[in-house]
């Protein structure tokens, strides 16, 4: 399915954008390992999520959707057994799924198959199996790759773990096999990356203590069931962010958008270029912080991003360069190798598609040189999303500065984490 898209004049308006889906892959998991009966609201019914949510029923929770809550009775740390010997689980596009739910299988006494789509079989997952591994689990692949065949054990061999790469899935993995271990799990990793699993393990009842970028986790006898509501999106609300700051005259309000300090890298970074952002009516949702955000139009000017920024914004960057196409001066992004194993070649991705549109992006292996011009205009043309939501979404916001027509291949791939965006992009644009 292609997509056709046009300039616009400015945006305005009132953005909600859609829940959270790292929190929803979470809680959907930790609801499923509770005892009793959760609730997770405003959760993000994204192709993602639903993975995660159907592999869960499949290993005995019980997962009821009504008025866009899940109502979720847990199945236990221990989950219902295979009837026919193993679980075959088919996780999509969602590395999120794949690799935290490896953390999980890791401890089940059981056998369970997971495989995915084109995508998701090119993605390492070599850094979910070490460490696995290590613990105990008997884990084969496809020399690293899909599908991931996965013998349990209980207990499982506490672990001290230090990862040479700033990753939440694989320290959230390392953390959910941690319950299951004979003694006390240690991580470390080079940059804090995001923190929901260790808030809302918390929050339902396991031993953690975070210090900086070391987290500790005991095993548990078991989780309990809670009441939680998923924040919007910040990788969401980034498209809109972006939109009103590249587009003249633009003003935009966006609500209740999740801001975690491990997520909120983009916001800090666009203040630095001059961005007119304001962050208002700061509040505490389920042990996230929450905020709405006004988005003014600005003159930017350029600025450097390393390592020590790139996992606050990770998800970010694709859009992020589009934003400094349009900052004065040279950006240069670095330490962002992690882009090239996403659901694309992000850099590669990005690169390609942006020089078609006429913007001078050149890419490293590692990130990214932008020369960027203030009003510096696109011209629309035929562009690829390479079937990566994020791809799609970024492109889709290029087009609104794009002289002409922009025509987006593969558009409906933005299901994966935000059903609807069109829609959503269409009613802020005058
Ligand atoms: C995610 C972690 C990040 C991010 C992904 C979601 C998560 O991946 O890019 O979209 O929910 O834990 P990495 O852990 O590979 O950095």
């Known amino acids: 399915m292609e997509i056709k898209l046009k300039k616009t004049n400015y945006v305005s308006g009132v953005v909600e954008v859609p829940a959270d889906k790292s929190v929803t892959h979470r809680a959907v998991m930790l609801s499923s390992l509770a005892e009793g009966n959760s609730i997770v609201r405003n959760y993000l019914p994204s192709d993602d999520c639903n993975r995660t949510i159907e592999a869960f029923c499949q290993m005995g929770a019980e997962i009821k959707i009504d008025n866009g809550s899940l109502y979720i009775k847990g199945a236990g740390l221990k989950l219902a057994k295979p009837q026919n010997g193993k679980y075959n689980i088919y996780a999509g596009n969602s590395g999120t799924t794949t690799r935290l739910l490896s953390g999980i299988l890791a401890g089940q006494k059981f056998e369970a198959v997971i495989t995915g789509d084109d995508s998701l079989s090119k993605r390492p997952m070599r850094r979910v199996i070490l460490p696995l591994s290590q613990m105990g689990a008997d884990i084969k692949s496809n020399d690293g790759l899909l599908p991931l065949i996965i013998k349990g054990r209980n207990p499982l061999k506490a672990l001290n773990y230090e990862s040479d790469k700033s990753t939440a899935q694989v320290k959230s993995a390392v953390l959910f096999a941690g319950l299951y271990a004979d003694g006390v799990t240690t991580y470390k990793e080079p940059a804090k990356s995001r923190d929901h699993s260790e808030r809302m393990l918390k929050a339902f009842g396991a031993d953690i203590t975070v ?43 966006i609500r209740n958008v999740g801001v975690n300090p491990t997520r909120d890298g983009l916001i800090e970074v666009l203040k630095q270029m001059g961005a007119d952002i304001t962050l208002t009516n700061m509040r505490e949702i389920s042990q996230e912080p929450v905020c709405d955000i006004v988005v003014k139009y600005s003159k930017l000017k350029a600025v450097d991003i390393d390592a020590s ?19 004065s001066g040279v950006t240069r992004i670095s330490g962002a190798k992690e882009l090239r194993v996403k659901e694309s070649d992000r850099i590669e991705a990005v690169t390609s598609q942006f020089k078609k549109l006429g913007a001078q992006v050149e890419s490293l292996e590692d990130g990214f040189i932008i020369n960027g011009n203030s009003g510096f205009n696109l011209t629309g043309t035929v562009v690829d999303s ?39 992009l269409k009613n802020i644009c005058r």
């Open 211 to 253: 210090s900086g970028n070391f987290v500790t986790v005991y095993p548990a006898e078991r989780l309990t069931a809670q009441d939680i509501t998923v924040p919007g999106d910040i990788s969401s609300a980034a498209f809109f962010i972006a939109a009103a700051l590249i587009v003249p005259d633009s003003n935009l309000s």
């Open 386 to 424: 390479f079937e990566d939501h994020r791809i799609a979404m970024t492109l889709a916001v290029a087009s609104l500065i794009a002289e002409g027509e922009t025509v987006i291949r593969d558009s409906h791939c933005v299901d994966i984490s935000f059903p609807g965006f069109y829609k959503v």
């Open 309 to 327: 920024l790139v996992p606050r914004m990770v998800d970010e960057i694709p859009v992020f360069v589009l934003i400094a196409t349009q900052a």
